[in-house]
């Protein structure tokens, strides 16, 4: 096991709630991403899988939170961004 991966997927994952409460309390998504969204869940995803099939440990969950966060901070983008286009 890698603190020093642990540690860097609990600083990414700062990140996320963050985003995904301005998207909420502004419901503007302007400026955000979506195929990066995709990109960096992606990237999570390969990180569970290769922690699962090479290296199980507790670092499995940082990855398949971050990438759940990643996930509904790029729901959010299509929901309101939708809503967003309507109302424009």
Known sequence: MSYLE??????FGISWPISIA?????????????LFMMVVALG???GVLHKYY?????????????????LTDLALYYHYSRKNLRQA
């Open 54 to 70: 090479y290296s199980r440990d507790w670092v499995i969950y940082l990855y398949a939170i971050n990438m759940l966060l990643v």
């Open 6 to 11: 642990a540690i860097m997927l609990i600083c």
């Open 22 to 34: 301005k998207s909420i309390r502004t419901k503007v998504v302007i400026g955000k991403s979506p």
């Open 44 to 46: 999570y995803a390969c």
